[in-house]
Structures are given as C-alpha cells and as structure tokens.
C-alpha cells in the first residue's frame, strides 16, 4: 500500500513556474515508476509526465514537452513537476499516481487527492 499527497499547486500568471511535490508513504516508494496527470473541469484525467523508478528515464505528453520537468528523490520519497511557462490551458487539478510508466491512467495502483494549479491570463 502506497499513499500519496500532493502540495505545491496554487494560483500563478501565465509564464510563470510552480513546482509540485507528491510525497509517498513507506519503504518501497522506489519500487514505483511514478507519474502525473492532469483533469480539468468537464474533461477525463489525462497523462503529463512520468518517471522510472530511478529516475534515469522519463515520458512527456506533448502539450507539455520543454516545459514541464519530472523528478523523484527516492532518499526523500517524493517525486516532482516542475512547471515553467506554464500557460491558463494548463489549469487543472494535478495528480501524482504510482505503478506505471506509461500514460494510461488504468495502469497506475495509486493515486494522490489532487492539488489545483490555476493559470491566470
């Protein structure tokens, strides 16, 4: 079992940055590829970023691709996204989840509560 809390979202102006954190409960946080994905109002929670369980390899949806950076500190267990130039498009609760590399949702065990990033034009 693996719990997950989110933190860093908040209100920011378009071209701005915020970093979100997703901290995991336990001892086996490094055992997970990590991901985060992304739902705004009316729409189905789609894929942003994801992370290996080392670090060493990661995936970006297009949309955020050059903007958006995914990490983890495996010694803190929290993985990261960091979020540059970010755009009111990108406006959504963020949601960091464990257990797959990839960008379909159903694949991931675990889920955090979410944390609302609102861009401002």
């Known amino acids: 079992q693996v719990q997950l809390v989110e933190s860093g979202g908040g209100l920011v102006q378009a071209g701005g940055s915020l970093r979100l954190s997703c901290e995991a409960s336990g001892r086996t946080f490094s055992s997970y590829p990590m991901g985060w994905f992304q739902q705004a109002p009316g729409k189905e929670r789609e894929f942003v970023a994801a992370v290996s369980k080392s670090g060493g390899s990661t995936i970006y949806a297009d949309s955020v691709k050059g903007r958006f950076t995914i990490f983890r500190d495996n010694a803190k267990n929290t993985v990261y996204l960091q979020m540059n130039t970010l755009k009111p498009e990108d406006t959504a609760v963020y949601y960091c989840?464990?257990?797959?590399?990839?960008?379909?949702?159903?694949?991931?065990?675990?889920w955090g509560q979410g944390t609302q990033v609102t861009v401002s034009s």
């Open positions: 989840a464990a257990g797959s590399m990839g960008s379909n949702r159903f694949a991931y065990a675990y």
